[in-house]
């Protein structure tokens, strides 16, 4: 059984939600009950909500600027979105090794990979405690090598809403170098 649904957006998804290019589509992958689709169609952008249930996110439909997707992302079927891309991907919760390479390639020129879920650790905490959905240390950094510069990352014990072991990055692909001492790697 997965951790009980949040309704509110993550602090870390909040933080970071102004670095999307105003007006830009964002994907919510795997979009649950979807609090960060909420929050971005809040913010004037166009939002995939993409999961395997659609109960949480069927209200959805009937929102303007909303694409709701009902897609397996788990039963080996090629990535449902095709060569689309994206001003923000937002993936929270969520662990599928196997999509990385599609996720951080949905990322358009510009625009950002939002990304958080649980990491090894976080069994003594809850769930989830099997490893195969824990992320391993360092790992959100090696799925974006090369490919999304980093603009803030974080490992650690979260306390609330509950004490979790989470791994988290922002991560952005720039459509053009950006010039050595004029950008931070550690925060916005």
Not at 30 to 37: C, F, P
Not at 46 to 52: E, G, K, N, Q, W
Not at 79 to 88: E, I, K
Not at 93 to 107: D, E, Q, T
């Amino acid at each position: 059984m997965p951790p009980a649904r949040s309704t509110e957006p993550s602090p870390w998804i909040l933080r970071f939600a102004p670095l999307v290019p105003a007006g830009a589509p964002v994907l919510d992958l795997a979009a649950g009950g979807g609090r960060h689709a909420r929050l971005f169609l809040g913010r004037g952008h166009p939002v995939t909500a993409l999961d395997r249930d659609l109960a949480g996110i069927e209200d959805l439909r009937a929102v303007r600027g909303c694409e709701v997707v009902q897609a397996d992302l788990e039963d080996g079927s090629p990535w449902p979105l095709a060569d689309r891309r994206f001003g923000a991907v937002v993936v929270a919760n969520y662990l599928w090794r196997p999509l990385f390479p599609s996720i951080v390639g949905a990322v358009d020129a510009d625009g950002i990979l939002l990304y958080e879920t649980f990491a090894l650790g976080n069994e003594a905490y809850g769930r989830p405690s099997d490893k195969a959905f824990l992320l391993r240390p360092g790992e959100l950094l090696e799925a974006v090598r090369g490919e999304l510069q980093i603009v803030a990352y974080e490992h650690g014990l979260l306390e609330s809403p509950r004490p979790a072991v989470k791994q988290r990055i922002c991560a952005r692909r720039s459509a053009r170098p950006v010039p050595l001492g004029s950008a931070s790697q550690n925060g916005p």
